[in-house]
């Protein structure tokens, strides 16, 4: 009858051990998983914030190549090129709104329209002034910028 204790004993240690490591293991899976989450959420985010960033760079650098061409004076001409997409494969627009001097990108991000204005020194524009695309040429012709 000892015996049987202790047989009964030992496969209830057994039963028990592969108890606690299924509890320790679904412990440090569940771990794991949360830690996978917020990250790919930080993935997500950074990721968008690249966009922006090569969104933002594009129309700061345009701006400042207006603001050189008008102040080189007339007859001054300069042709840019800017990549065709941003860095998620996404196409940009760029516009002109000569009234309220100011260049605006805009671009596809996460099913929503994106935008970002940067402002212009002058509001004397001719040309094609919406849906630029790369290569632009621009001329400045007494004091007006010229969009080819």
Do not use: C
């Amino acid at each position: 009858m000892n015996n049987n204790i202790l047989k009964m004993t030992n496969h209830s240690k057994t039963g028990q051990l592969s108890t606690e490591l299924l509890i320790v293991l679904s412990v440090f899976l569940l771990l794991f998983l949360s830690l996978f989450a917020f990250a790919s959420d930080h993935f997500a985010v950074f990721s968008q914030k690249k966009v922006q960033l090569s969104a933002k760079i594009i129309a700061q650098d345009l701006s400042l190549q207006i603001h050189s061409l008008l102040l080189a004076g007339s007859g001054t001409s300069l042709t840019l090129s800017y990549p065709q997409k941003l860095d998620n494969g996404a196409e940009y627009f760029l516009q002109i709104f000569p009234s309220s001097r100011l260049l605006q990108i805009s671009w596809l991000n996460s099913g929503k329209m994106k935008h970002y204005a940067v402002p212009l020194t002058t509001s004397s524009f001719q040309g094609n002034l919406t849906n630029m695309t790369s290569p632009l040429h621009l001329s400045n012709l007494q004091g007006q910028i010229i969009v080819r």
